[in-house]
């Protein structure tokens, strides 16, 4: 029977762990989304926003449906009857997920099979959940055009899935975004899922966006009638939700009181500001028509910082499930 437990926070945990104060408590769930599994499911995420875990283990294959970074854990090749067998023969045995080899101190060994990493934002294979995420899919080697909030440019690839889109907006950031730039989109990590990277900004010239596979071959162009994400689908359910989507370079354009936000990312860093536009080559706040700050913005490394900042009065951690999301890219 596959389960899962959450981490409060990596090392509170180990110290807890050693320390004889706490013991990992499991989560048992079924295979199939039962009735169980959906009582489970909710539970799980109940688990999430309370606890903020960084880290979640899961034995045996979770449920796709299951957010938050996870770690998949083989649960048969974890077993006593394999810790015997050839390590290299049983690493060809699995796929996306981590042995445990057994000690006589095994929580140490769970703690550093989680700082090798192999989590994921999702359990099993990503498949679209929103409809706007369905763009990341499509005809080989063609480009298609969606309009939801603004315009979006996508290209395939030999396989059907995206390698590169052009976003035709600045997100309310005209300092470090030009209108329109690109992301290359990478699918290198275990589960599959869509990664832009960094943008592609164009200041100056902006390169038609085409793609010529030999001599006389021009990628085929199409538009697409897509439904847009609802606000209810837009909403972060928890903070994990958040921290998931900045964890991929999600761009994000929110209200919050009535003011508008925005959070971008430039030059490996995330930045999250008040929205503004520029006039006269000077930056304004679009909630105040003030010149636009320093102090209007924040600059973090990590999705923990962005969540200290202070909108409207309030810290973007007490209230980013409650904010009025108009568009996120992914």
């Known amino acids: 029977m596959p389960f899962a437990f959450g981490l409060f926070s990596f090392f509170e945990q180990v110290a807890r762990v050693k320390s004889g104060v706490e013991t990992v408590r499991p989560f048992h769930l079924g295979r199939s989304i039962s009735m169980t599994g959906l009582f489970f499911l909710k539970g799980y995420r109940e688990m999430l926003k309370r606890i903020e875990p960084v880290k979640v283990i899961c034995y045996s294959e979770p449920f796709s449906e299951m957010q938050g970074d996870i770690i998949h854990v083989d649960y048969e090749l974890s077993g006593w009857k394999y810790q015997n067998k050839n390590h290299e023969n049983l690493s060809r045995n699995y796929k996306d997920a981590i042995i445990i080899y057994k000690t006589m101190v095994q929580p140490d060994y769970v703690f550093s099979a989680i700082s090798k990493g192999s989590g994921s934002a999702y359990g099993g294979k990503w498949k679209p959940k929103k409809p706007e995420d369905e763009r990341f899919f499509g005809e080989p080697n063609t480009i298609k055009t969606f309009y939801f909030k603004y315009r979006i440019d996508v290209k395939y690839g030999d396989d059907g899935r995206a390698i590169k889109e052009r976003h035709y907006t600045d997100h309310f950031y005209p300092k470090y975004h030009s209108n329109p730039h690109d992301h290359m989109i990478r699918w290198n990590n275990p589960i599959g899922y869509p ?133 996120r890219t992914i």
């Open 195 to 327: 990664e832009p990277t960094n943008e592609i900004n164009y200041w100056d010239n902006v390169p038609e966006f085409k793609y010529y596979k030999g001599e006389g071959y021009l990628m085929e162009k199409d538009t697409a009638i897509v439904k847009r994400n609802s606000l209810e689908e837009n909403r972060f359910k928890t903070i994990s939700d958040f921290k998931w989507c900045m964890k991929f370079h999600g761009e994000v354009e929110f209200e919050w009181k009535g003011n508008l936000y925005t959070i971008v990312h430039v030059d490996n860093k995330t930045v999250i500001s008040v929205g503004c536009y520029e006039k006269d080559g000077k930056y304004y706040n679009v909630n105040t028509d003030k010149e636009h700050t320093s102090s209007d913005e924040l600059w973090g490394d990590t999705a923990e910082e962005i969540l200290e900042y202070n909108v409207g009065g309030d810290k973007l951690r007490d209230v980013i499930t409650q904010v009025k999301v108009w568009a």
